[in-house]
């Protein structure tokens, strides 16, 4: 890891504001960045040393919290670090290269001062160089189809324990464990079907009058379960491509896709199939909010297209898997 001391720190702070703003997540370690790179800008613009201590950075993080807990709290988000960097890295990379023509990529080091008190701690932006020639290049597709947003796959979502235990630190299933994909949609139906047939059993001799309500209820429940489980089974295996179930993700996480590709060899010759989950994140052409992966139901029945955020039934895009990008299919055009 090789520090570039000279790279305009505006431009390194522009480029990861930028990044973030595509991954759009209020999570710890993401505004820690964003704060980072803001207050670089805002000192720089001020001439200001542009180093950036814990009593500057721990209000905007922690607001309500006592400054007493300061150091505390900001070296446990530091301390997992280590790993971000190298959950976000490749994407980082490749956003800095590909969308800001930099030979760098922005980051931040932490400046230990003598141990003392924690607000002599201080934080600053650094650039790390890059190997360009191992960069992966930009959408291939994006200079020959005319699009409204391009989508980019973000790696760095919480799946569910059992989303990792099948999905593991890839996210992706490959080999036999991938027909558990295949087998639980099907016992789910099994045990479905088994259910309504024996509640028929069990209300097929009873009269109007005595009916269990209680019954009836749980047998429509069962229907309609029984449909949608039928429908994500004939929708996963035809369309290759749906919303992950929950049981997969966080509750806080949402537009995961559970989608299956083909892995071919350097020549394109097949290799094998696998299923993954991931997440497909745009920058609406509209209002520049984030766009995300949703179902497309009631209007685009069977079909997975972005929504933004801030105004997910107005600005709206196709989604193709393949190319990665999409066009606006809302009333409001650009
Ligand atoms: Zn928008």
Known sequence: MKIQHEYPLQKLAE?????????????????????????TIRKLSLGKDTTI????????LFPGHHESQASSLLANTWKSFPKFHEEIRSRLIEYAVNECGMDVYPWIEKLDSDGGAGNLVKYRLIAIEIDRAKVKGPN???????????????QDFMPTFIGKLL???SNEVVGAKK???V????????????MIFSLILLLKDESLTSISFYYVAILIGAIWFLVDKVNRFNRFTEDRIIMASDYFMSWDETSILQEIVTVNDEKGNFLHKKV???????????????VELAKGEPDFSRRIIGRCKES???????????TKLGSNIGLLKC
Request: glycine residues 4%; positive net charge; charged residues 20%.
């Open 53 to 60: 201590s814990t009593k500057e950075l721990f209000p905007k």
């Open 179 to 181: 027909w558990i994909m």
């Open 183 to 194: 087998f639980t949609p099907f016992l789910q139906i099994i045990f479905y079907v088994i």
């Open 276 to 290: 993954q989950l991931t997440k497909y994140v745009g920058v609406c052409p509209l209002c520049s909010s984030q």
């Open 140 to 154: 291939p597709y994006r200079n020959k189809i005319k699009h409204d947003i391009e989508y980019v796959a973000v």
């Open 167 to 169: 999905f593991g630190q």
């Open 15 to 39: 480029a990861l504001i930028g990044f973030l703003r595509l991954a759009a997540t209020e999570k710890k370690n993401h505004r820690f960045l964003n704060e980072i790179a803001m207050e």
């Open 312 to 322: 997910p039934r107005e600005h709206i895009f196709s989604f193709d898997r393949i």
